[in-house]
């Protein structure tokens, strides 16, 4: 669904030649109406109370039931990460790599969050089923990789709205499941980045009247105006993805502060 937006604002851009493409309203509103939707489908079909909990990194010990409050956590994830890829794709392979990255670590999220004898071993959350999102996860790498090899720079081929805000909705949509929202932020943190410095610059410069935090939003168009290449940029946010991917991964396995 998140894909279809993306697909009819290309659309109105390549096809019939509007460079506003679909207005920031419409989109947002039909971003608003799916994420909700999704939001009540999962609490509705929710079989477990794990699977409208909030799970504390590392604070093993503890957890947050949040009742009818999931929908709200879960609609404003979905809305947010699906802006956040899309605002990272904007230099050859930049949102794609990344993607790969946070594939990998939910595809360990899963599979460990799927399995009884690991979840116990580890003091996480058992989720039933989750195990099988990892043959998802699988395919978002593989199919990755292979758009990798022609999105590099210079890119043969775009992702486009339509690949980057089916991606964004399809990478919330297993942290959700496998209930690692918060540990999202972390193995996903080159899209934060970019989403987080669209945020400032609009803050900071209706504060301070016109000022600018950033030469230009999102922040690696802000490195392009210092004068780095495009490939410097772009293979840096990588080794950056990379980094924080298997950060995150170790604080699933963390039981730092676990008995306090």
């Known amino acids: 669904l998140f894909g279809a937006i993306g697909w009819v604002d290309d659309y109105r851009k390549v096809i019939e030649k ?70 990272t794709d904007g230099l050859d392979g930049l949102a794609i790599m990344p993607t790969v990255m946070v594939g990998g670590g939910l595809g360990i999220f899963c599979y460990l969050s799927g399995n009884v004898k690991f979840a116990e071993y580890l003091l996480i959350p058992y989720v039933p089923g989750a195990g099988e999102l990892i043959v998802f996860c699988g395919a978002l790498i593989g199919a990755g990789l292979g758009f990798l090899w022609f999105n590099t720079y210079p890119a043969q081929v775009f992702m486009g709205d339509v690949g980057s805000m089916a991606i964004g909705g399809v990478i919330t949509a297993m ?52 004068g780095w290449p495009e490939i410097t940029i772009v293979v840096r946010m990588w080794i950056i993805a990379g980094m924080l991917a298997v950060t995150g991964v170790g604080l699933f396995y963390v039981e730092w502060l676990a008995s306090v």
């Open 175 to 226: 942290a959700i499941l496998t209930r690692t929202e918060l540990l999202l932020l972390v193995i996903a943190g080159v899209f934060v980045l970019s989403s987080g410095s669209v945020i400032l610059q609009r803050v900071y410069f209706k504060a301070t009247g016109g000022k600018r935090l950033f030469l230009m939003s999102p922040f690696h168009h802000h490195l392009e105006m210092r």
């Open 18 to 87: 509007n460079s506003r493409g679909l207005p920031s309203r419409w989109k947002y509103f039909w971003q608003s109406v799916f994420g909700l939707g999704a939001a009540i489908f999962l609490y509705m079909t929710a079989s477990t109370p794990v699977e409208t909990t909030l799970i504390l990194p590392m604070l093993k010990d503890y957890s947050i039931p949040l009742g009818a409050g999931f929908i709200v956590l879960t609609y404003f994830v979905i809305v947010g990460s699906s802006n956040a890829v899309n605002l």
